[in-house]
């Protein structure tokens, strides 16, 4: 494998929440420093088909409390949509997923309060991801086909960001790339909406401003009855801090090895 698939994002920091930063306007240029979250977004190419992985991590290798809370949220909404995904479900059923896991976490963790039925209602879920939960992969990273003719967009935040809307059918290759983010922007609009404000602990999220962002991304095929993993990394916190401790790569039992 000598090619990348794409100019590789390396965020650390607040940067991690900037959903595609490594570019001329974004150089991958910050200094990493102790305590930040990293988001490392990179893909090799081999005999021209793209992979596309992300992998969030602390750099120094022990995740913060609160570190822990958010990446286990979207390892959550990860895991929940690769169990859900078979042949005949709609792709924008597990946008929908993916947003509903995430809303219940922040709940748990006090940065949202009430009904998550009525958060959906208001897509506070896009505030937190505002990008797509995935995307076909092959010749290209953003692979053809998302949208054949007579297939319509969803216009909702989040939803309208998708690059499939299709249902899924068997041996399509995907991307499953749920994240959490903190961007100032989006944070600051949804204060000052009349229908979603009521929904946030400002001193809870308080605590999170410049915390950046955690994707957690795979790739995946799917098949008969459900997915294959095709992604081999380490996924688990224990397994993340288990495999940083070490100046050598250490075994670890991968997520593929669980039947989805």
Request: include cysteine; proline fraction near 4%; hydrophobic fraction near 35%.
């Amino acid at each position: 494998m000598r090619h990348t698939s794409y100019t590789c994002i390396c965020g650390s920091g607040n940067n991690s929440s900037v959903l595609h930063y490594g570019h001329a306007g974004a150089p991958n240029d910050k200094t990493i420093q102790d305590g930040d979250m990293c988001l490392f977004d990179m893909g090799g190419e081999y005999y021209c088909y793209s992979s596309d992985i992300t992998c969030s991590f602390p750099a120094n290798g022990k995740f913060t409390a609160d570190q822990r809370a958010i990446y286990e949220a979207v390892l959550k909404s990860s895991r929940a949509v690769m169990a859900a995904i078979k042949p005949g479900v709609k792709w924008t059923d597990m946008h929908r997923l993916a947003d509903r896991v995430h809303l219940e976490e922040l709940v748990k963790i006090g940065i949202l309060r009430g009904k998550v039925e009525e958060m959906l209602k208001v897509h506070l879920g896009s505030v937190f991801m505002p990008h797509g939960l995935g995307h076909l992969l092959g010749i290209d990273v953003h692979d053809v086909g998302g949208y054949p003719e007579g297939t319509e967009r969803v216009d909702e935040p989040g939803l309208k960001s998708l690059r499939m809307g299709r249902v899924v059918q068997e041996r399509m290759v995907l991307t499953v790339e749920p994240g959490i983010y903190f961007i100032n922007h989006l944070l600051d609009k949804a204060l000052n909406s009349p229908a979603q404000c009521g929904f946030i602990n400002s001193d809870v999220l308080n605590r999170f401003r410049g915390f950046g962002g955690v994707r957690i991304e795979d790739d995946i095929a799917v098949t008969a009855d459900g997915v294959e993993l095709l992604t081999c990394v380490p996924r688990t916190v224990e397994e993340i801090e288990a495999f940083m401790a070490e100046e050598t790569s250490k075994p670890f039992s991968p997520i593929s090895s669980q039947k989805f």
